[in-house]
């Protein structure tokens, strides 16, 4: 079973330097793991990056010479890009932090904080070495000048505990049985036909989906369990707003997209890709249709602006992990807009007339070079395409949520069944 992970990791080439550190936290019940990086026997880097790790105690030096590419590989090997984790430089030479930090920087590894403690300030005589105690005092009073970090500790924890509700609701006396209530789900959420599916990933995938959707439902029960401390009433809870455009541009992209980073070659519903066929552009392309050309109008000419053909898919979810779709996918072109003109409100810049056929989804954020964006799909231009032309003519961008996504799928569906009428004046 390589599924239980520790929370703390210790990276040190000198044990007796970190003893104390492993002590504490063994002894509070704390997973705790220490990797050994002496350059000549020490231990060899993890084979998989852990998924719990909260946080990360890091040497910097592993030989009489700083080398920082040997202290990055070891956060790579144990931290996936874009995670959750407190990085604490435990170190002789607290000046290396900057270089550190670039390099992490470059491949996404950046903690949600540095702490910094320079060894230094702690050493005592005897066997000891350090003061362990003064040093945990020192990280937790850093801590606590980050307000908001406990409210997400006790969200990862009531997460934690309502996954193990939900399991708990299917246990019975005999683990078959238990077993047997999986496959029925499967089944259920699946359908009928995903029993005879020859891919395992498929049948997990919607095991997996079912799981979710229940869990949602019970994470609020544990919202409560704790008391809120007044320093976040005031902070995190109180009433001031937040003005950053940046910022609304992340938050909106992350409400709107899954953080899926695995996403080349799938053809999943929700997912947002750009049209690279020239061919395909001539025939779907809605940036020559004239509706849109009027609405588009004053970006078409606006210095800086890119306009691209783009596509989503959708694809019903239930056919999808049904295998029910047929032999194509159902894809609603769209153009994306990049540094798109804004208006002094700070909205895209557009005609302003209404169409009824046109879905707008402004302030959007890609990554630090495409970090304002603009999606537009026209609800008249649906169609249809085998997987393979998909995924030889399109490139994956983005996945909407299934929120999202349903939201879109059920404009449609009015969008094409609304009836017209007679109006004589």
């Avoid at 019940?29 to 880097?45: M, P």
């Avoid at 606590?144 to 409210?151: D, L, Q």
């Avoid at 898919?313 to 295998?323: A, E, G, H, K, L």
């Avoid at 449609?412 to 069944?417: C, D, L, M, P, T």
Wanted: glycine fraction near 4%; hydrophobic fraction near 35%.
């Amino acid at each position: 079973m390589n599924y239980f992970e520790p929370n703390v990791v210790i990276v040190d080439d000198k044990r007796d330097e970190i003893q104390g550190i492993i002590t504490y936290y063994q002894e509070n019940g704390i997973g705790c793991k220490y990797y050994n990086a002496d350059l000549s026997d020490g231990d060899d880097y993890p084979e998989n990056k852990m998924s719990d790790v909260v946080f990360l105690f890091l040497d910097l030096f592993y030989s009489e010479h700083f080398d920082a590419e040997l202290s990055i590989s070891w956060v790579r090997s144990i931290i996936h890009p874009g995670a959750f984790y407190i990085l604490i430089l435990w170190t002789k030479d607290v000046s290396k932090k900057s270089i550190i930090e670039e390099q992490l920087e470059k491949m996404n590894l950046i903690p949600y904080c540095f702490i910094i403690q320079n060894k230094g300030d702690f050493v005592v005589s005897g066997s000891a070495k350090y003061d362990y105690t003064n040093l945990l005092m020192s990280i937790d009073k850093e801590l606590k000048k980050i307000s908001a970090i406990e409210e997400i500790f006790i969200w990862k924890n009531a997460l934690k505990q309502a996954a193990n509700i939900v399991l708990g609701g299917l246990m019975s006396k005999h683990t078959q049985e238990f077993t047997d209530k999986l496959k029925k789900i499967i089944e259920g959420h699946g359908g009928k036909n995903i029993l005879t599916a020859s891919e395992p990933m498929l049948k997990r995938a919607t095991l997996f989906e079912a799981l979710n959707n229940v869990l949602i439902s019970n994470i609020p029960q544990f919202d409560s369990k704790y008391e809120i401390s007044d320093k976040n009433k005031e902070d995190l809870y109180g009433s001031s707003s937040i003005t950053n455009n940046i910022i609304d541009r992340k938050l909106n992209s992350w409400f709107h997209f899954t953080l899926r980073e695995d996403l080349d070659k799938k053809t999943l519903p929700g997912i947002i890709a750009k049209n690279k066929s020239l061919f395909l552009q001539q025939l779907y392309s809605i940036k020559d249709d004239d509706i849109v050309k009027e609405l588009i109008s004053p970006q078409i000419c606006s210095a800086g602006t890119i306009i691209e053909d783009i596509v989503l898919n959708i694809t019903r979810p239930c056919d999808y992990s049904q295998n029910k779709y047929g032999k194509n996918l159902k894809l609603l072109s769209g153009i994306v807009i990049k540094q798109p003109l804004r208006k002094a409100n700070l909205d895209i810049k557009l005609n302003d007339k209404k169409y009824k056929c046109i879905l707008k989804f402004d302030h959007l954020y890609h990554n630090d070079i495409c970090n304002d964006l603009t999606f537009i799909f026209d609800l008249r231009y649906c169609f249809s395409l085998p997987e393979s032309i998909y995924s030889s003519k399109f490139e994956n961008m983005k996945m909407l949520n299934k929120e999202l996504l349903s939201d879109i799928q059920v404009a449609y569906g009015n969008y094409v069944s609304q009836l017209g009428y007679t109006k004589i004046f």
